[in-house]
């Protein structure tokens, strides 16, 4: 468990209202991931952030915006949300493990997603 | 244009017997392979990596092959279980780790029959 809460866990909204989704993790860790999950197209990376007001975009960041205003939040937008924004959305942190034989690499725990459903 | 490929949608295999889950990837600049399970309506859990300097790496009942001149990696689970059954994403990062995010392919669902 790497203490990583989203909420909410399911939304339902209507084409061109807002919406803010939440990443909350409780354990300081510097690099924070959006990702969305799409039947056909397994997860696909929105934006990610690297510190406290520090993100960049991903493969998929056309219609969302983030922020990081302090370390434990990492909060997802859609300005107007379309229907090509219906998804389950993942957020993810980056922990730094020792390998048993290798180097110390960074792998990513998922946190337990968010249902929206834009109509 | 797609840089993880896993090509079986979903695999079926009896209780006991071994899984085998293969993955294909393009770039050659992926240092670092991950594979993941997941379950209906739970985020992804991390099963096991390996290193692009490494062609094997074993945790228990999982193991990673990685062959790099073919591009092809490969998690074997011995022997399958029921509670295996879930859909596995392979995934691959650049940066030694995923500090800039992962290319996860499409994923495929193993059932394990009993």
């Known amino acids: 468990d790497a203490g990583i809460t989203q909420s909410p866990r399911h939304k339902v909204t209507e084409t061109g209202t807002p919406v803010t989704l939440r990443c909350h993790q409780t354990e300081n860790h510097r690099y924070m991931y959006w990702y969305r999950q799409d039947p056909g197209h397994g997860l696909r990376l929105i934006h990610y952030?690297?510190?406290?007001?520090?993100?960049d975009k991903g493969e998929v960041s056309d219609g969302y915006s983030v922020s990081r205003s302090k370390t434990e939040d990492f909060l997802l937008t859609l300005e107007s949300a379309t229907s090509s924004q219906t998804s389950v959305y993942f957020c993810?942190?980056?922990?730094?493990?020792?390998?048993?034989?290798?180097?110390?690499?960074?792998?990513?725990?998922f946190g337990p997603g968010t249902r929206l459903t834009v109509l | 244009d797609q840089q993880v490929k896993q090509n079986s949608p979903s695999l079926s295999v009896q209780e006991g017997r071994i899984s085998i889950l293969n993955c294909d990837y393009t770039?050659?600049?992926?240092?670092?392979f991950l594979w993941y399970k997941k379950y209906p309506a739970e985020g992804p859990t991390f099963l096991i990596s390996i290193s692009s300097i490494k062609d094997k790496n074993e945790d228990g009942r999982f193991t990673v092959f990685l062959n790099k001149s073919a591009k092809h990696l490969s998690l074997h689970i011995v022997p399958s279980q029921p509670g295996d059954s879930a859909v596995y994403f392979c995934a691959a990062s650049f940066s030694g780790g995923g500090a800039d995010g992962l290319t996860f392919g499409k994923g495929t669902h193993l059932i394990i029959q009993p």
């Open positions: 952030s690297y510190g406290v007001k520090d993100t």
């Open positions: 993810a942190i980056s922990i730094r493990v020792k390998l048993t034989s290798g180097p110390s690499t960074d792998t990513q725990y």
């Open positions: 770039n050659s600049m992926f240092d670092y």
